[in-house]
């Protein structure tokens, strides 16, 4: 069974820093590319960013609103990913989610993990 | 504000058919991206139910369709049913943004 499983986080004062842990069984992590997608609460889904395999040399890329504050990570050998978000504003509150992307064509996420809540706040 | 443009609400009563639209443009859908679509419960993980414009993967039912023509994208169900009742995301690439981008969401009511 395929599962991901978000950590880390909770509760982060602005301008401080955050990261993330998506831990993923049941799947061959190292060939797969991993994104982050996040959603404010009573929001839509926002593309946060994405580490591609190694054999894709671990190419990262970033959406715009947190492009220069993101790091996306792997660690292949844990099957874990991560999401290190620096310089927090209070508009990155959000349920974070981890998902598998099967890269075809324009690809499509098919395995998500549960969310992890993360509060900026003072 | 999204790229992709969908209704806020659509609703239907049991049994009906109704379709989700999802108007995206020439840096994305219109590009000739696939265009795929999410079933989001309150408080859950979006859940895959369209990839690849028309594409189920195993275990979703075939009331839920989907179809693509030119800058826009169509999620359809058809034998409405209570369960339903979801938010539905549609979702490409822009290569224009570089990035992979959402619709805004549809909120599905069965009445």
């Known amino acids: 069974e395929v599962q991901l499983v978000e950590s880390g986080g909770h509760l982060v004062q602005p301008g401080g820093s955050l990261k993330l842990s998506c831990a993923a069984s049941g799947f061959t992590f190292s060939g797969s590319a991993i994104h982050w997608v996040r959603q404010a609460s009573g929001k839509g889904l926002e593309w946060v960013g994405r580490i591609r395999s190694k054999a894709n040399n671990y190419a990262p890329a970033y959406g715009v609103s947190v492009t220069g504050r993101c790091t996306v990570s792997r660690d292949d050998l844990k099957n874990t990913a991560y999401l290190q978000l620096d310089s927090l504003r209070t508009e990155d509150t959000a349920v974070y989610y981890c998902?598998?992307?099967?890269?075809?064509?324009?690809?499509?996420?098919?395995?998500w993990g549960q969310g992890l809540l993360v509060t900026v706040s003072s | 504000q999204s790229v992709l443009t969908q209704p806020p609400s659509v609703s239907g009563a049991p049994g009906q058919r109704v379709t989700i639209s999802c108007t995206g443009s020439s840096s994305n859908i219109g590009a000739g991206y696939d265009v795929q679509w999410y079933l989001q419960l309150p408080g859950t993980a979006p859940k895959l139910l369209i990839y690849?414009?028309?594409n189920r993967p195993s275990g979703v039912p075939d009331r839920f369709s989907g179809s693509k023509s030119g800058t826009s994208a169509s999620l359809a169900i058809t034998g409405l049913q209570a369960d339903d009742e979801a938010d539905y995301y549609c979702?490409?690439?822009?290569?224009?943004?570089?990035?992979?981008?959402f619709g805004e969401g549809t909120k599905l009511t069965v009445l």
């Open positions: 690849g414009n028309n």
């Open positions: 998902t598998r992307h099967v890269e075809e064509n324009s690809g499509y996420f098919d395995y």
């Open positions: 979702q490409t690439y822009d290569r224009g943004l570089i990035a992979w981008v």
